[in-house]
């Protein structure tokens, strides 16, 4: 058999004067302030995030930390806030906006959902109740007749007459 090896082999220059240093793109950081917020329960709130933070990049892509029952959909630099069914109380949070070149981190934020009350309403009225002699109680079920629409127990007082006007026949 003819065979024939040939050994090949290459040698690069080397510069050993100035290394070559891979160096990490430079982000700044800016910090911006959103005032506290209230609003009323089973409603939304929007924020415009240029309202408070001067020249932010339109890339800017906004996070949130610190919110449970308050939901977060953001659209671009707008976020729209949005309280649980019937959830009313508070919470505070953070917002983040991340550009390539920039984070801007706002202030926490407290975030107050109010319970705006309602009064309780009259859903139908008592009728007329007749008392049998010596009959010293009776017994009603208030809840058919009256109702708090916000759902809160509601408390009866009851007081005793001044007057009594009867009738006998």
Do not use: C, R
Not at 80 to 107: D, I
Not at 110 to 115: D, G, R
Not at 135 to 164: C, H, K, M, R, W
């Amino acid at each position: 058999s003819n065979q024939v090896f040939v050994n090949i082999s290459f040698t690069a220059p080397v510069n050993t004067s100035t290394p070559v240093q891979n160096t990490t793109p430079s982000v700044q950081q800016a910090s911006f302030t959103v005032p506290d917020q209230t609003w009323e329960k089973n409603t939304n709130k929007t924020l415009d995030f240029t309202l408070f933070a001067s020249s932010l990049p339109s890339d800017a892509v906004p996070t949130v930390t610190g919110l449970t029952n308050i939901q977060t959909t953001f659209n671009g630099l707008t976020v729209t806030l949005t309280p649980n069914h019937n959830w009313h109380g508070n919470e505070k949070a953070t917002f983040t906006l991340t550009s390539p070149t920039m984070v801007y981190t706002s202030n926490e934020i407290s975030f107050t959902v109010a319970n705006k009350n309602k009064a309780p309403i009259i859903k139908s009225e008592i009728p007329n109740i007749q008392f049998e002699i010596n009959q010293t109680e009776i017994s009603l079920d208030l809840n058919q007749y009256f109702e708090d629409p916000d759902g809160d127990p509601l408390t009866y007082n009851v007081g005793t007459a001044q007057t009594v006007n009867s009738t006998l026949k």
